[in-house]
């Protein structure tokens, strides 16, 4: 493959540093220590702006521990090694390396590292045909490029829970009926919530959102896909660049999908609660929000999973409590130590999420006997704390203990109500939620 450089690309300091650990853990660097610290001291000196002050004397006696009486006309070590690296870089790049989209090179008689892009030639050629690169489309904002590496590694994620999921339905569905566990009855602290959905009513259609996402385009899409995607140059994606998509996918292109996936708290979610109907022998009817119609909604016994369905926005949303709206929940009428308003939190170094607060909605629905349920938090990761509460036996004794305190007599559960629950987050992954508050709801 004939490839180019163009070293007038910019690179992210991140960019650099990755590279620089790829090349010092190859095999041909990582026994040599003193290489290592070389490579390592000539571009940190770079990267906090020193670059005019290196020079085989600084090098010599921070690298090489020379004192300070060090003459390098005498004591040739720095030119030495540095010829040495340079050819173990152009070795690097030849073999273990010459994969990589960006070279780091030590030129002749300079201790400055260059940090140069490769772009393979007739690139475009070799992957599927894809739009080209506009002005606009390469400016895209990095909290934008952000969002989207979060998008697709969600999505990767999900590919895995659903897989699961679906061999798990398979291979009860594959069993002799011999093997098949007979239906059970729910803890008492699970039954007096889960009661209007259970035999002998029907069972709950549980609706998943189909939440508006921008996926990776590959070579199985159309052109017609393709042509409404939007480009992002993987080289301004420094943070995918370990992932398979980095590796598989000649280029990125983002196009906007209503149909392919929903939420992965939402979907974990999904599972836990199939298991939980299945187990008192309830089947689990699934249908995402774009194919349900009001009629479906208003009719029958409703589980609505995500806060972004247009189900919940315009119908059932608007009662006295909390209401959430634009990303956070805002409390109508707050009691004693509540807050008028709840929002997420996030790491101020990391900027990731460190709490979200999900909302559980139980409402009648046009049939008395039938029941809407909505469950969703402000990120997924809320909707997904929330649905382990509502299918805990421990958590669940907490939330009718609270219900009940509502009632005149401490002991009657109001049929119809409200919970604000909140749950830490570290890495991405929910913690236990608990009990914000609670309100009754009339109708």
């Known amino acids: 493959m004939v490839q180019h450089s163009n070293p007038a690309n910019g690179f992210s300091t991140y960019e650099k540093r990755e590279e620089l650990r790829r090349v010092v853990q190859s095999k041909l660097f990582a026994s040599s220590p003193k290489k290592i610290r070389f490579l390592e001291f000539i571009t940190e000196q770079t990267f906090q702006g020193n670059s ?103 999505l990767a994620v999900l590919c895995v829970v659903l897989s699961l999921q679906l061999a798990r339905r398979g291979a009860t569905a594959a069993g002799p009926a011999s093997t098949q566990h007979a239906a059970t009855t729910l803890p008492a602290n699970l039954d007096w919530f889960w009661h209007p959905f ?15 996402i921008l996926r990776a385009a590959h070579g199985g899409d159309s052109q017609q896909t393709i042509a409404s995607g939007h480009e992002i140059p993987k080289a301004s994606l420094p943070e995918f660049r370990d ?37 008192v022998g309830d089947s689990c009817p699934v249908s995402q929000s774009r194919l349900v119609d009001f009629e479906q909604i208003k009719n029958n016994n409703v589980i609505l999973l995500g806060g972004n369905q247009s189900w919940s926005g315009r119908v059932f949303l608007n009662v006295e409590g909390f209401h ?37 909605l139980m409402l009648p629905n046009d049939k008395k006997e039938n029941r809407v349920l909505l469950i969703y938090g402000i990120y997924t990761q809320g909707s997904q704390a929330a649905i382990e509460f509502l299918t805990s036996p421990e958590k669940m004794a907490q939330l009718r203990n609270a219900l009940a305190a509502l009632s005149p007599d401490h002991k009657t559960i109001p049929p119809y109500f409200q919970v604000l629950l909140t749950t830490t987050v570290e890495n991405a992954v929910p913690g236990d939620a608990s009990i914000v508050a609670v309100r009754a709801v009339t109708h």
Do not use: W
């Open 198 to 212: 259970l035999p002998p009513a029907a069972a709950p259609l549980i609706v998943i959102p189909n939440h508006p």
């Open 324 to 360: 959430f709206e634009d990303g956070v929940i805002f409390n109508r009428s707050p009691q004693p130590g509540e807050k008028p308003l709840y929002k997420p939190e996030f790491d101020p170094v990391t900027n990731e999420l460190t709490r979200d607060y999900a909302l559980v």
């Open 52 to 154: 005019e002050k290196l020079n085989e004397y600084l090098i010599g006696t921070e690298v090489y521990d020379r004192g300070t009486d060090f003459d390098q006309q005498k004591d040739p070590i720095v030119r030495v090694q540095a010829h040495e690296i340079r050819r173990l870089l152009k070795k690097y790049y030849e073999d273990e390396g010459q994969s990589s989209l960006i070279r780091m090179e030590l030129p002749s008689g300079h201790y400055v590292p260059v940090f140069t892009r490769i772009e393979p030639e007739n690139g475009l050629e070799a992957a599927a045909p894809l739009v080209a690169v506009t002005a606009e489309t390469a400016s895209v904002p990095q909290r934008s490029n952000q969002i989207l590496v979060a998008f697709v590694v969600i």
């Open 243 to 279: 992932t398979i998509h980095f590796r598989e996918l000649k280029r990125f292109i983002f196009v906007p999908s209503l149909t392919d996936f929903t939420s992965v708290g939402e979907t974990i979610g999904l599972v836990d609660l199939c298991e939980m109907f299945f187990r």
